[in-house]
């Protein structure tokens, strides 16, 4: 059972940057693919970036161009670098991984998330 810790939230400023990172407990490499959302105060979660194991990263139209999604595998950890906040960018911010099973059964993992407030 993967286990997923994100970290890096915290209270910046309109046109600053934050890095979120995020650990999971078992190998990154026996992931499908890694994904980040976030779920703004009164709105619905949504998908923010997605990293396959294999093709292109995928970013949302909103963040595209700000935010960056990469991974460091000798610490087998993946971030969600994100410059040029805007206020509209505060949500809480989830590590997504989606893993096969022992059985070729497809599940997700999540982190608890962590709050990112972005604020003048």
């Known amino acids: 059972q993967v286990q997923l810790v994100e970290s890096g939230g915290g209270l910046v400023q309109p046109g600053g940057s934050l890095r979120l990172s995020c650990s999971p407990s078992e190998s990154i490499f026996s992931f499908n693919r890694m994904a980040w959302y976030r779920q703004a105060p009164g709105k619905e979660r949504e998908l923010v970036a997605v990293s396959p194991r294999s093709g292109s990263r995928i970013y949302a139209d909103s963040v595209k161009g700000r935010f960056a999604a990469y991974r460091d595998n000798a610490k087998n950890t993946m971030y969600l670098q994100m410059n040029s906040l805007k206020p509209e960018d505060t949500a809480v911010y989830y590590c997504?991984?989606?893993?096969?099973?022992?059985?070729?059964?497809?599940?997700?993992?999540w982190g608890k998330g962590t709050l990112v407030t972005v604020s003048s």
């Open positions: 997504n991984v989606e893993q096969e099973d022992g059985n070729g059964l497809v599940i997700d993992h």
